[in-house]
């Protein structure tokens, strides 16, 4: 796994975005990595992991957009595979509904993105809405949508009190019963944060997803 990842960082540096793809791609073909595995040890430490050597602040943020823009591109093209192991394992089992956004002013996504397809290959029935989702529009399709789970990802700190602000809306104004999940790198290792914001849960793995699913077992729908 140390040689994928150091092969693909490297791609990642020289900014190469066909190679990076076509090899994230070609392990999946060849059965050489899973989606979890490929996201949990390679991708995100790819982002998480980013050094900018250069005094040159602007080239950073560059730098960072372009990387963020490559994953992206990787994690849609992974999409196909995420359904084809799903499918493989649940046979059309569905443990429930799941939305997934980020709240006001929350524009990093790609976090926000891994939990969705991860929720999906624990047989999920899941909707990514994205980033930076206005929570007054939200409110609205609540109920017409009626998901039993609705995860809000916060990676800036800065958008702690946007999150908590949602699901203080969520709660006043939605008479449905509805499982509020929040997790991103915010969150992580901040016991506080999730306590100040009201969710039920904090998610931070994989582990944390199939946990839920097995939860949920005795209430498959066909």
């Known amino acids: 796994m140390e040689s994928i990842y150091n092969k693909f960082v490297n791609l990642l540096e020289l900014e190469d975005k066909e190679n990076a793809v076509n090899l994230i791609l070609s392990l999946l073909e060849e059965k050489k990595i899973d989606i979890v595995s490929l996201y949990t040890d390679i991708v995100a430490p790819s982002l998480n992991n980013m050094k ?25 093209c992974c999409y196909p595979y995420v359904i084809k192991e799903k499918n493989k394992i649940y046979k059309g089992k569905n443990y429930g509904k799941v ?23 624990c047989g999920f029935e899941t909707i990514f809405v994205g980033s930076n ?3 007054n529009e939200f409110l609205k399709v609540i109920d017409y949508v009626n998901p039993k789970y609705l995860a809000i990802s916060v990676t800036s700190y800065y958008n702690l ?15 449905k ?5 929040v997790g991103g790198h915010a969150f992580r290792n901040n016991p506080l944060a999730f306590k100040n914001s009201n969710a039920d849960m904090v998610i931070n ?18």
């Not at 990387?67 to 994690?75: A, E, G």
């Not at 980020?102 to 999906?120: L, N, Y």
């Not at 019963?177 to 999940?181: G, P, Q």
Request: net charge neutral; proline share 2%; aromatic share 4%.
């Open 161 to 175: 009190v946007a999150a908590k602000a949602t699901i203080e809306k969520i709660r006043k104004s939605s008479n």
């Open 177 to 181: 019963k509805l499982n509020i999940l």
């Open 133 to 135: 989702t206005p929570k």
């Open 99 to 121: 939305v997934v956004i980020c709240p006001v002013e929350e524009h990093h996504e790609i976090g926000a993105r891994i939990i969705s397809d991860f929720f999906t290959l």
């Open 205 to 222: 793995n994989f582990d944390d997803i199939k946990k839920l699913q097995k939860e949920n077992q005795n209430e498959i729908t066909i």
């Open 52 to 76: 900018c050597d250069t005094e040159q602040g602007g080239v950073c943020i560059w730098k960072e957009h372009v990387r963020s823009s490559i994953i992206r591109t990787i994690i849609e």
